[in-house]
T-cell receptor, first 112, second 113 residues
């Protein structure tokens, strides 16, 4: 039972353009969502989060959008840079804390 | 560096041997989590502690796996009688009670040969 899904295993974007990574979830009890970035052989690094009481959160080049009715969230990176190339995971939790349920990840490649 | 620290970074072991990993969380964090990640998948939750109490264990955590956090600070994850299917990256994370944001360590890459 995959409660958090990232249906695109990979995404390739030109430097300077927008990267849009998508994530769907099935459990309506999730109330806190996070995006992590991961380089090979390293642990995930926190990028940005959003609470279910909001529909948008922005931090510099990164914006997360949450559509609760569609059970969908997306991460926008503008402008994309080659250093953004990594695997991006979305994760969800209940009760504002506790264990995280991760998606399978999307590998982003930003080409110069 | 006051982030989450894991030791060792890499471990190669023969099938049937026991291994133990250590995690030192961010010092003010009450919650500590263990996850396992295999190739092409996201991290999968194994177990978590609040202070020294183990509050939840995944069904992924067979009886060959045991985790402890004896004084509510560092934690150990032991795998007994390792199998090739145990080969994975084992990740530790910590968070505070007030905020659910989890910070991850660098992970321990286990290879069972």
């Amino acid at each position: 039972d995959q409660q958090v899904k990232q249906n695109s295993p990979s995404l390739s974007v030109q430097e300077g353009r927008i990267s849009i990574l998508n994530c769907d979830y099935t459990n309506s009890m999730f109330d806190y969502f996070l995006w992590y970035k991961k380089y090979p052989a390293e642990g995930p690094t926190f990028l940005i989060s959003i609470s279910s009481i909001k529909d948008k959160n922005e931090d510099g080049r990164f914006t997360v959008f949450l559509n609760k009715s569609a059970k969908h969230l997306s991460l926008h990176i503008v402008p994309s840079q080659p250093g953004d190339s990594a695997v991006y995971f979305c994760a969800a939790s209940r009760g504002g804390g506790g264990k995280l349920i991760f998606g399978q990840g999307t590998e982003l490649s930003v080409k110069p | 560096d006051t982030g989450v620290s894991q030791d060792p970074r890499h471990k190669i072991t023969k099938r049937g041997q026991n291994v133990t990993f250590r995690c030192d969380p961010i010092s003010e964090h009450n919650r500590l989590y263990w996850y396992r990640q295999t190739l092409g998948q996201g991290p999968e939750f194994l177990t978590y502690f609040q202070n020294e109490a183990q509050l939840e264990k995944s069904r992924l955590l067979s009886d060959r796996f045991s985790a402890e956090r004896p004084k509510g600070s560092f934690s150990t994850l032991e795998i007994q009688r390792t199998e090739q299917g145990d080969s994975a990256m084992y990740l530790c994370a910590s968070s505070s009670l007030l905020r659910g944001l989890a910070f991850f360590g660098q992970g321990t890459r286990l290879t069972v040969v």
